[in-house]
């Protein structure tokens, strides 16, 4: 029988070079539509995080809600978007940071998070890990504690686990 990893490899499309030349694209569209599959990916990411006594779920704009939001909901916890500057309404905190192709700029709502609650960033992928590191000083900067990170999938290569250094990061599908 297949693993989850090599069901979770199959199903993701790659697209090469977008948003632009060099960037193999994971299409994780041709994952979400298998509903079976995405829930054995949700349970997975549950499962690993059961035991950490978590109080939120920060996901990231707009993969991240996907993937976030279900397991947030399987964990009975709570969930945070950390979206994109201009969409949130209320008193809010932003940080900027680098892409793998691009600057881009990440907020949450200042009453999301209280001082001491435990996190877990969540995101469809981890590339060069700007994305996440953001997220987690959100919330640091708003007193959570982040207890780890979680992805459906990382690229190896743009070394995203040496910018999360000191965290835990799971992922469940690598690609080198
Ligand atoms: P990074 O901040 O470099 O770790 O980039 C992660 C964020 O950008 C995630 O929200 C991903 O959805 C998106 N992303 C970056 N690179 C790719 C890629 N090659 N394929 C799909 N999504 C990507």
């Known amino acids: 029988m297949a693993t989850l990893e090599q069901d979770v490899?199959?199903?993701?499309?790659?697209?090469?070079?977008?948003?632009?030349?060099?960037?193999?694209f994971k299409d994780l569209t041709t994952l979400w539509k298998n509903g079976r599959l995405t829930r054995r990916v949700t349970d997975a990411l549950a499962k690993?995080?059961?035991?950490?006594?978590?109080?939120?779920?920060?996901?990231?704009?707009?993969?991240?809600?996907?993937?976030?939001?279900?397991?947030?909901?399987?964990l009975g916890i709570g969930f945070v978007p950390a979206r994109k500057v201009g969409k949130l309404p209320a008193a809010k905190v932003s940080v900027n940071y680098e892409l793998e192709y691009g600057r881009q700029g990440l907020e949450i709502h200042t009453d999301?998070?209280?001082?001491?609650?435990?996190?877990?960033?969540?995101d469809d992928l981890l590339a060069t890990g700007g994305t996440s590191k953001a997220a987690a000083t959100l919330t640091e900067r708003m007193g959570g504690k982040v207890v780890g990170f979680a992805f459906v999938t990382e690229l190896g290569r743009l070394k995203g686990r040496k910018k999360l250094a000191g965290y835990e990061v799971y992922s469940i599908a690598r690609y080198d």
Do not use: C, H
């Open 112 to 122: 999301a998070i209280s001082k001491g609650e435990r996190v877990l960033v969540v």
């Open 48 to 74: 690993r995080w059961k035991g950490d006594k978590l109080d939120k779920i920060v996901g990231i704009e707009a993969r991240g809600f996907i993937v976030g939001a279900p397991v947030a909901d399987r």
């Open 9 to 24: 490899k199959r199903a993701i499309r790659t697209i090469p070079d977008y948003p632009k030349k060099g960037i193999p």
